[in-house]
């Protein structure tokens, strides 16, 4: 993009260049720099001043990688030079240097003046981090530099003191004061080291009287490169052998249980809401009953809430008392409705893209607050980079290897630092999460990236390389005569609602063990059910003949169930068994419930029917409610919905964006058109800006009208420097002196002919 070879002409300004691009190049600078396009600039001169912002030049410089840097930055010690020096004093090959030059322009972080390539003002300033950030070390060459040949003989021919302090001041940061020495001062006339070495040109006079060591002195030192070492060698991914079944299934298992566990956890937030916080979190004590009712760990239960919350399956709403409480949405129900491998991908491709952050939950803040899961405070716009990053290197691992056990995780975080060695710096953390949430989720088994994971980061459907990988959903159970039965695999969804609430679940994996008691019966009778359709169900789904002790179980819970009947008085007890009533009536644990023995088989009570039934229910009781009427009601607890949050996903921001750039384009080429027909002179702040950095990057003087603190304009010539804060930093020639000027007094600035 844009010609740098040597021979050309070059262009007076970055905004020539960028004025003579196509509008695919723009296109693609506006996309890689998407805070150049809000809002939308005039025109080519203001586009080129706002690339130049140093808060924009961060942002550019922070998507580089460390080679790129490292051929920034050696254009930056260059100074203004052309392709071909740029490959021979980077160590990398020379088709690295060519495409990272390419990128550095298509970025506008370097253009292509009269005098050769260079970079934008201001990027000397934006590269610091030191060599792990691909930064030398190195300062610019100065003007009208000695040859490499010349710089390499003067080295050699100084004393051995003199070598002796240029290798002190360069192990010191490259620096040094000037105490006695003499700055200006001929070879022969030198005394002592420091003298020496300036008057050879080692040394050079730097800001407030200190001395500094040259780019070109450096170079010669390290043979000519800015490096020691090759820049364009990303670090490598330990890896081990692992058999591709092994990884494969262990993969689709994580991915089946994952979404069986996200559907255990909003059938429970149907019927039992939990408490939202003020601030919009989830408290701790409701991650902890949520783990236990997931049998899994609270690191495990906040990232399927959070991946639940991503995809839309999870919404605030008011409860009956008009507090926040946390329910799944109406997506659920659809969500259901579909197989277990679209459910993954649901939940999968929320993850992916989701900002939060659910590796920091049980942990605490700077303020030592705890993290909660789902407060508004737990996201990071760089961890979906960060998970896109860590999953496309663990693509390039090659099926039937993984992440090598205990150097992998390292060498994953090095590669990754490689590639982003500016942000954040809690890339550690953040890529150490995404291993384990990936492994969590099936997109990973045993670190190796699943078949299905691999299209899930390609952006194709992983639905049916999972759907191959998943076992088959039996429709039958092995009851067994110790009141268990055992699933020999996934249970098809139907079957298993009605399992869970006939049974409790007492083990899960490959085979899930669920264990019949008298209360989970009892539960199903609550629900709704008859001892009927309960033996009936029981014969439908086991394989072997119902055994007699579980037979014996239902048919009891049957019998004692509704015996005691509660009613509305404020509430009454009835039952038939009077000497259930008053062993009721006398129970210790009772004395809180108001009950009152009004006839051998009625009781009232003080407490709200609703409270009562879960009262006697702790007691051991089976109560049921009872109609006006006196007929039975009986049901499931309502469930409970939220309205389902619009979901903007990456496809929409994307369309937005390149809605946007093309606007910007079209704006760019309107403005420029118009400007063109307008006086040269700048008349507003913006325009101001736009000249005054226009003039930075050509080293060329100006006019400008400047009104002063007396109201009194006047025109000055200056020279430039910087503008940072609203502020320009110019040599004035009139005082020859470098003074500021307050950009909104200027008025207009003219080139200097």
């Known amino acids: 993009m844009g010609s740098g070879a040597a021979g050309t002409t070059g262009h007076r300004s970055l905004a020539d260049q960028l004025r003579s691009w196509t509008d695919e190049q723009v296109s ?27 808060s924009s030049l961060a942002r550019a410089l922070d998507s580089l990688t460390r080679g790129e840097l490292s051929v920034l930055d050696a254009l930056v010690v260059a100074g203004q030079t052309t392709d071909a020096e740029i490959v021979g004093i980077v160590r990398a090959e020379e088709e690295y240097v060519v495409a990272a030059v390419a990128r550095l322009r298509s970025l506008a972080l370097a253009w292509d003046s009269p005098e050769g390539l260079r970079p934008l003002t201001g990027v000397a300033d934006c590269l610091v981090g030191g060599p792990e950030a691909g930064v030398s070390g190195l300062r610019p060459r100065t003007a009208n530099a000695p040859g490499a ?24 940061g490259g620096e040094a004061t000037t105490g006695s020495a003499r700055r200006n001062v001929r070879p022969e006339d030198a005394s002592g080291p420091a003298e020496e070495l300036l008057s050879n040109g080692l040394l050079v006079p730097g800001k407030d009287d200190l001395l500094v060591v040259p780019g070109e002195v450096v170079l010669a030192l390290r043979g000519g490169r800015t490096t020691t070492e090759p820049v364009d060698r990303a670090p490598e991914v330990a890896t081990a052998e692992r058999p591709v079944h092994l990884t494969e299934s262990a993969a689709a298992g994580a991915a089946g249980e994952f979404c069986r566990r996200t559907e255990l956890l909003l059938e429970w937030w149907s019927t039992r809401p939990a408490a939202a916080l003020r601030t919009g979190g989830l408290g701790v004590r409701e991650l902890k009953a949520t783990a236990l009712h997931l049998h899994q760990s ?42 277990i491998a679209e459910r993954w991908t649901t939940l999968a491709r929320a993850w992916l893209a989701s900002t939060r952050l659910p590796g920091l939950v049980g942990g605490r803040a700077g303020d030592d607050k705890p993290w909660n899961a789902l407060t508004p405070e737990l996201s990071s716009v760089l961890m979906p ?27 994953l975080v090095a590669r990754l630092a490689w590639q982003r060695p500016r942000r954040p710096r809690s890339r550690a953390d953040q890529v150490a999460w995404t291993v384990t949430e990936a492994a969590v989720l099936g997109v990973t088994g045993l670190d190796a990236l699943s078949p299905y994971g691999r299209a899930l980061i390609a952006g194709d459907d992983p639905a049916p390389l999972l759907a191959e990988r998943l076992p088959a959903p039996v429709d039958h159970v092995l009851i067994q005569a110790d009141l268990t039965a055992v699933a020999p695999g996934p249970v098809e969804s139907g079957i298993a609602r009605s399992l869970q609430l006939l049974a409790d679940v007492e083990s899960r994996g490959a085979a899930t063990v669920y264990r019949f008691t008298a209360p989970s019966v009892r539960r199903a009778l609550d629900a709704g059910w008859t001892a009927a359709e309960v033996h009936a169900f029981l014969a439908s789904v086991s394989r072997t003949p119902v055994p ?190 470098v003074r500021t000027f307050a950009v909104h007094r200027i008025s207009r600035v003219t080139p200097v002919p």
Do not use: C
């Not at 996309?31 to 586009?47: G, V």
């Not at 495990?300 to 799944?328: C, F, K, M, S």
């Not at 980079?385 to 060498?411: D, H, I, K, N, Q």
């Open 28 to 54: 693609e600078l506006l996309t890689s720099r998407p805070d150049l396009t809000t809002p939308a600039p005039h025109d080519f001169s203001q586009l080129a001043s706002r690339a130049a912002i140093r």
């Open 149 to 172: 040949d010349v710089v390499a003989a003067r080295i050699g021919e100084v004393s051995e003191a003199a070598r002796a302090m240029l290798d002190h001041v360069l192990a010191h």
């Open 298 to 339: 609270e690191p495990d239960t906040a990232l399927v809430i959070e991946a639940a919350a991503g995809a839309g399956l999870i919404a605030t709403r008011a409860d009956a008392d008009g507090n926040p409480v946390w329910v799944p949405t109406d997506a659920f129900d659809s969500w259901l409705d579909a197989d």
């Open 385 to 411: 980079e960060t998970r896109a990053m860590t999953l496309a290197a663990l693509a390039e691992v090659p099926p039937g290897r993984a992440l090598a056990s205990g150097t992998g995780l390292p060498s």
């Open 548 to 737: 007699q002790p579980l037979t014996f179980l239902v048919d009891d819970a049957v019998r004692t169930f509704g015996q005691v009947r509660v009613g509305y008085a404020e509430s009454f007890v009835r039952s038939d068994d009077e000497a259930t009533l008053a062993a009721l009536a006398r129970h210790p644990k009772a004395a809180s419930l108001g009950l009152r023995l009004l006839a051998p088989t009625v009781l009232v009570s003080t407490t709200p029917v609703d409270l009562l039934l879960v009262r006697l229910r702790e007691l051991g009781v089976s109560p049921v409610v009872e109609g006006p009427d006196g007929t039975l009601r009986v049901g499931r607890p309502a469930e409970v919905r939220a309205r389902t949050p619009r979901q903007r996903g990456p496809a929409h921001s994307e369309a937005r964006h390149a809605a946007q750039v093309a606007a910007a384009v079209r704006s760019l080429r309107a403005g420029d058109a118009a400007a063109r027909v307008r006086p040269a002179a700048a008349v507003s702040p913006a325009g101001a800006l736009s000249a005054l950095r226009d003039a930075i990057e050509r080293h060329a003087s100006v006019v400008i009208a400047f009104t002063d603190n007396q109201g009194v304009v006047g025109e000055r010539v200056v020279e430039p420097l910087s503008v940072e804060g609203g502020r320009l930093t110019a040599h004035d020639r009139t005082a020859d002196d």
